[in-house]
């Protein structure tokens, strides 16, 4: 087990390694932010954002939280979707899920874990909502990684729908919204084929990438 204070000498490590590859990193990060991407994914310690995508620090803008929901209500993800888009002018915001997510896989097995069962019960309506794909398959890690599927495309659908989205298609920003899913086993994203620019294309774009998931079954 590492010692919290372990943790400051990695810190330091770190910070030379860097300025010794590069003495104008720091000069040149504390300057300036400005990303291209917004990453919104899951909280899992297993996932993280920068290194999957080969990305520097200052190149994308990350919020994440329990299975990488995002709900009309939560004003955390919002305000970071909002400083995003309207300020940083992110032009790709990736909704990213993973397989074997365990908030997933407690919201599919009914499991009671605490306060975080009220967070899943999102979880639970795209369950319920995709049954009908659902079921068909036996249970384990393959339903899993189905509803984990789903799930990252319906979040995204569930940002495209939100004013700060819909306001920055309407004033003609240059914005996509994407839905894709990590493996943990072998570190490869994959793209669940819902990718939207314009409201037009919303709705239609849902509907095919929730039919190639019952497809692949």
């Known amino acids: 087990m590492t010692d919290v204070c372990q943790l400051f000498e990695n810190n330091r490590r770190w910070s030379e390694t860097i300025d010794a590859q590069d003495p104008l990193f720091f000069d040149g990060l504390a300057q300036i932010q400005?990303?291209?991407f917004l990453w919104i994914g899951c909280s899992d310690s297993r996932v993280p954002a920068n290194e999957i995508i080969g990305l520097k620090p200052g190149e994308?803008?990350?919020?994440r939280n329990v299975a990488n929901v995002v709900a009309h209500g939560d004003l955390n993800c919002l305000a970071a979707v909002q400083y995003a888009v309207d300020v940083l002018k992110v032009r790709d915001v990736l909704v990213v899920g993973h397989y074997g997510c365990g908030g997933v896989q407690a919201a599919l097995a009914n499991l009671r874990l605490g306060?975080?069962?009220n967070w899943l019960r999102h979880i639970h309506d795209v369950k319920q909502k995709h049954w009908?794909?659902?079921a068909p398959i036996a249970n384990g890690p393959s339903?899993?990684?189905r509803l984990c599927e789903?799930?990252?495309?319906e979040q995204a659908r569930n940002l495209c729908q939100t004013t700060v989205i819909q306001d920055a298609w309407t004033r003609g920003q240059q914005l996509t919204v994407h839905s894709?899913?990590?493996g943990l086993t072998d570190g490869i994203i994959h793209d669940l084929g819902y990718s939207v620019h314009s409201p037009d294309l919303?709705?239609?774009?849902?509907?095919?990438?929730i039919a190639r998931i019952g497809q692949a079954i």
């Open 180 to 182: 894709w899913i990590y």
């Open 132 to 134: 009908d794909i659902l």
């Open 34 to 36: 400005a990303p291209e």
């Open 143 to 145: 339903q899993i990684d």
């Open 202 to 209: 919303m709705d239609a774009e849902y509907e095919k990438a």
């Open 150 to 153: 789903l799930n990252a495309i």
């Open 60 to 63: 994308v803008f990350v919020h």
């Open 115 to 117: 306060l975080v069962d």
